[in-house]
């Protein structure tokens, strides 16, 4: 997987009870819809809880992550086709 630090423009449903869904996000100009997720887990950092996405398109792989104490998306990995 190839290492990034891009921040993103993210369109997420935010569900009571069911936590965060990410839907697309936009990276390179491009809208990328996501299509599955693959896995989700959180850390820390500092006092920050962040939530890390694995997800697909339709045909790559991508970790989101997001910063609940700046509220903002940022694409960690991503493993190309």
């Avoid at 920050?48 to 903002?72: G, I």
Wanted: hydrophobic share 40%.
């Amino acid at each position: 997987m190839q290492r990034l630090c891009d921040s993103i423009r993210v369109a997420a449903i935010f569900a009571p009870g069911a936590g965060i869904r990410p839907v697309w996000f936009e990276w390179r100009r491009q809208k990328r819809a996501v299509t599955r997720l693959s896995y989700f887990w959180t850390d820390s950092l500092g006092g920050a809880t962040r939530l890390h996405f694995a997800v697909c398109d339709d045909s790559n792989l991508y970790e989101l992550m997001y910063d609940t104490s700046d509220q903002n998306w940022t694409l960690v990995g991503v493993e190309e086709q």
